[in-house]
């Protein structure tokens, strides 16, 4: 995972951006004005742990990436085109926040249940575009 994608456009610009490596990802919040917690995605209608509606609340740009609670192969494709097998995890991003995302490869045996995950780019077929991958950040296993 080597390839630079600066000039790839993201899946979901909404929710991440590519960070200034080229490779890893940082995910999108919005700061809520009223607890100062980060919500996410950064446009939600309101703030998930207080409920503020958000008005001129303060986009931040963090890192990607968080603790895996836990995760199952799938060998089906649930949409037609998803590539199988493929590793569906529920990661904890933030406190109080819990994303679904998937794990590049499909190898579990380096997973843990509780390890740190980073968000990383992989491009997409057609070569414009990259999604979000997580992938156990460096130490994670020890
Ligand atoms: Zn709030």
Redesign the pocket.
Known sequence: MTTDLRGFRPQHPTLYQLAPDGESLEFLFAQ?P????L?FPADVPG?S????P?HGADKVARPGGGRLLEYVTLHVPLLPGMEVPRIAADILIEDGLIEEGVIAGSDESALRVGMTLRAVAVALPGGETFTCRFVPAAGAAE
Not at 34 to 37: F, R
Not at 49 to 52: A, E, K, L, T, V
């Open positions: 809520c009223a607890c100062q917690k919500v703030c742990h207080c409920g503020d958000l």
